[in-house]
């Protein structure tokens, strides 16, 4: 069955917008991790405060390696696509 709709369906693909990149990621986690960061530091003794932000400094820090891994991963990649190419030459 054809879309009802195409307009719209057309006009919600165009709203998504284009995917980020690796650096605006690793930028927001980086300031999401200061963030929380700054929170544990004026939790004054608060427990449940103190523990939300370990945890969201345990998340953040977790993705932020994640994201390096994969910025080295793809900086090597690129290297030996590289390299490939110089010898196909």
């Known amino acids: 069955m054809a879309n009802p709709s195409p307009y719209q369906a057309r006009q919600a693909k ?5 995917p980020g990149n690796l650096a605006a990621v690793l930028r927001i986690v980086w300031a999401a991790l200061l963030e929380a960061d700054g929170v544990l530091q ?3 003794g608060d427990a ?3 523990l ?3 945890h969201a400094i345990s998340q953040c820090a977790g993705q932020y390696a994640k994201l390096l891994e994969v910025g080295e ?3 090597r990649l690129a290297q030996v ?3 490939l190419q110089k010898g196909r030459r």
Do not use: C, F, L, T
């Not at 165009?14 to 284009?18: P, Q, V």
């Open 73 to 75: 991963w793809e900086s």
């Open 42 to 44: 004026r939790a004054d």
């Open 81 to 83: 696509e590289a390299e």
């Open 14 to 18: 165009r709203r998504r917008g284009k």
């Open 48 to 50: 449940e405060v103190i």
């Open 52 to 54: 939300k932000a370990v």
